[in-house]
């Protein structure tokens, strides 16, 4: 082997990206659609020839172990959640007869104007006719539970019911089915009454989320307090139906999910403070973690809360420690650690998908889409507006025809028109906490700075949010979500090219 092959080698880019690629390939051909392993093979050779490997079989070799490597993973998971969902099977006897059943609270999966959905984990099942437990094996079987929203109930409750249990997992795997496949939930019950066997008193955390809650919810209307909390902290429970709605069309949902901004922004704003302080590195360091830290428990570790987390603290301890940093490596590097733990995220995670794909479009067409507007005669905040929006929504559009099927028409315009604020609402809805624990005159001042803008978002979501949302077929839908992929992933090797053939 040649030194120009071992400077490809120990190029740490290049363990990176052919392990996507390898991700990729080592997932279609476990028990997905054949079709999608057949796409992707087919397109293998492209890459090749755009990279110049043809000639570096050892490359070659390398995707295949590596393909080997994601398909154990990737099966293995699958096979475990298949076992689980076979579990459920035989114990409710193929979901029929009403079972009592007891298990604990640990996760709200969504809320609307009359119910709340939890996840419960199962620890007990029971045959109402028999009285008589079953044991369970698998301590992973998770139901969802849908409980009105006049029940009082918190995370981490231990409750009992007496209901059917009803099938939940149909195959393929499709929208919530998928979601809820990639989540451990195999079934789903109605609760109209429960006891609660054990009440688990909140943590600080949860005490801090629900203050922080109960004083925006006092000081603004509900839609705006929903959105408000959405931004800030990811919680999504005071917003009405209409609303979310309004949003999902307009192709704005993103900024309710806590992802990489806030992140990003949480550290800024710590390090700018802590510049002005007379401590060592190795200490300020240690305070950015220790803050960040307590934030991603704060917004609930979701997998673009712990993809952000990761990302920016191995960013910021690369930056100011060794002075330099590759974002797109870092990104993928994270990327695939988060594989390693969880080898289905990247196929059902829709809000990992969103928000990965959208961090690489705005890296990577950063300074082509800045040369193109640098043309144009405007302030240059307009302009990175415009550039951070069409960059995230291209390269989100494959993850949206993926998971949701089609495409809102004029998401592109609505997130230019509010992407501005964004980093501001968080900003000042921080500052809007902290006015509240000095003295509410200083809370009236600053109300006006937090309610307009968001208003304004609102009315630009429910303004978008009347238009047309474009519905791809079915049948066409695997087709054309896999060509943009594999389009994107050409044009990310091709871009990449230099990076990865040659030693920095």
């Not at 114990?91 to 969504?110: A, D, E, Q």
């Not at 590097?333 to 928000?355: H, K, M, R």
């Not at 043309?375 to 993926?402: D, R």
Request: aromatic share 18%; charged share 15%.
């Amino acid at each position: 082997m040649t030194h120009a092959n071992h400077q490809i080698l120990e190029h740490p880019r290049m363990l990176f990206f052919l392990g996507f690629i390898a991700y990729a390939i080592g997932i279609g051909s476990s028990n997905l659609d054949p079709n999608l392993w057949l796409s992707m093979a087919a397109v293998l050779p492209l890459v090749i020839l755009l990279l110049g490997w043809w000639k570096k079989y050892y490359i070659i070799l390398l995707m295949i172990l590596l393909s080997i490597f994601w398909w154990h993973l990737w099966s293995r998971e699958y096979a475990n959640r298949e076992l689980s969902n076979n579990e459920l099977i035989t114990i409710t006897n193929g979901f029929s007869g009403s079972y009592r059943v007891s298990g604990k609270i640990n996760r709200i999966l969504y809320k609307n104007d009359f119910n709340t959905t939890y996840r419960l984990n199962i620890a007990n099942i029971a045959n109402k006719s028999t009285g008589k437990y079953i044991q369970i094996s698998d301590p992973k079987i998770h139901i969802s539970v849908d409980i009105p929203n006049n029940l009082t109930i918190n995370i981490w409750d231990m409750i009992e019911y007496n209901w059917k249990i009803n099938p939940l997992i149909t195959f393929p795997l499709q929208w919530f089915s998928g979601y809820a496949w990639y989540n451990r939930i195999y079934g789903k019950s109605t609760v109209p009454t429960f006891k609660k066997i054990h009440t688990e008193l909140p943590n600080t955390l949860e005490k801090m989320r629900d203050w922080s809650k109960s004083t925006i919810f006092k000081g603004f209307p509900e839609d705006i307090s929903g959105v408000i909390l959405g931004m800030t902290i990811g919680n999504i429970d005071l917003l009405s139906s209409d609303i979310k709605k309004s949003f999902t069309q307009a192709g704005i949902t993103h900024i309710l999910v806590v992802s990489w901004s806030n992140i990003a922004f949480v550290i800024i704003i710590i390090t700018n403070l802590l510049k002005y302080l007379p401590i060592t590195r190795i200490m300020q360091t240690s305070i950015i973690i220790v803050f960040v830290i307590p934030y991603g428990t704060l917004v609930w570790w979701d997998m673009p809360v712990i993809r952000a987390v990761m990302m920016w603290l191995i960013t910021y301890m690369a930056i100011e420690w060794w002075k330099k940093a590759s974002s797109i490596s870092i990104l993928i590097l994270v990327g695939f650690i988060i594989l390693l733990y969880s080898p289905l995220t990247l196929v059902y995670d829709a809000g990992f998908g969103l928000s990965f794909m959208g961090t690489i479009g705005i890296l990577l067409l950063y300074s082509p889409i800045e040369k193109l507007l640098s043309k144009i005669n405007t302030p240059k905040f307009i302009k990175e507006i415009i550039w951070v929006s069409i960059s995230a929504s291209i390269w989100s559009l494959v993850a949206i025809i993926y998971y949701f099927w089609n495409i809102s028409v004029f998401a592109i315009f609505a997130n230019i028109l509010i992407c501005w604020l964004l980093w501001w609402i968080l900003f000042s809805s921080i500052i809007y906490l902290i006015f509240s624990l000095i003295g509410w005159w200083l809370v009236y001042l600053w109300w006006w700075i937090v309610y307009l803008p968001t208003v304004y978002i609102v009315e630009i979501g429910n303004f978008f949010g009347k238009w047309y949302m474009y519905t791809i077929d079915e049948k066409y839908t695997s087709f054309v979500s896999l060509f943009l992929l594999w389009l994107m992933i050409s044009i990310l090797f091709y871009s990449q090219k230099n990076r990865l053939l040659e030693s920095e």
